[in-house]
C-alpha cells in the first residue's frame, strides 16, 4: 500500500525539477484561482452549485456537490503542491476537472473565444498535467520520496 500512495516515480534531479515545477505552479494556480475562491464564498456557492447528472453523484446535494470539488480543488491541490501521496491527489483533481468539462460544462464548446462565457478548455487545461503527474510521480523533490525510499534500481 506504501508503494502504491507514495512511489515519488523517477528520481532524475533535472526531471525531478521539472516536475516540481509543474506540481507546485498548476497546483498554486488551482488553488488561488479556483479552491481558495470556493471556500471563501461557500454559503452563497452551495446555493447555486451544480450537481453532476451521472450515478451516483446525480443524488448528492448542491453542498455536498460544492464539497467534492472543494476537496479536488483545494485539499487534493494542497497534496500535490506538497508532493504527498500525489498520484492519488493528481487522480482526484484529475476526475474533478473531467466532471467539470465533459458533465458540468458538457454543453459548453471546446475552446474559449469571443463571446464565449464558458468552455471544456479550461478544464481540460488542468487535466494535462494531472495525466502527467499520475503517470509520473511526484519526482525526488517531494514528501513521497522522503516517506518511500526503494534500495532497488528501477528498472523503467
Given amino acids: 500500500m506504501k508503494k502504491i500512495l507514495f512511489d515519488c516515480g523517477f528520481r532524475d534531479a533535472t526531471a525531478s525539477l521539472g516536475v516540481f515545477a509543474l506540481r507546485v505552479l498548476i497546483g498554486l494556480m488551482m488553488l488561488i484561482g ?7 464564498h461557500y454559503a452563497t456557492l452551495s446555493k447555486e452549485f451544480p450537481v453532476p447528472d451521472f450515478f451516483p453523484f446525480e443524488h448528492m ?3 455536498l456537490s460544492l464539497l467534492a470539488c472543494i476537496a479536488g480543488e483545494a485539499g487534493a491541490t494542497a497534496l500535490i503542491i506538497l508532493g504527498l501521496a500525489t498520484r492519488p ?3 482526484l483533481l484529475g476526475f474533478t ?3 467539470a468539462a465533459f458533465n458540468i460544462h458538457g454543453a459548453a464548446p471546446w475552446f474559449m473565444g469571443p463571446g464565449v462565457p464558458a468552455a471544456k478548455e479550461p478544464a481540460l ?3 494535462i498535467p494531472m495525466i502527467a503527474i499520475i503517470l509520473s510521480g511526484a519526482g ?4 513521497d520520496a522522503l516517506i ?3 534500495s532497488k534500481r528501477r528498472r523503467w
Fill in 148 to 150: 518511500y525510499r526503494d
Fill in 97 to 99: 476537472m473531467v466532471v
Fill in 61 to 63: 446535494s448542491r453542498s
Fill in 140 to 143: 525526488a523533490f517531494s514528501l
Fill in 34 to 40: 479556483h479552491g481558495i475562491p470556493k471556500i471563501q
Fill in 125 to 127: 487545461l488542468y487535466l
Fill in 89 to 91: 491527489a493528481a487522480f
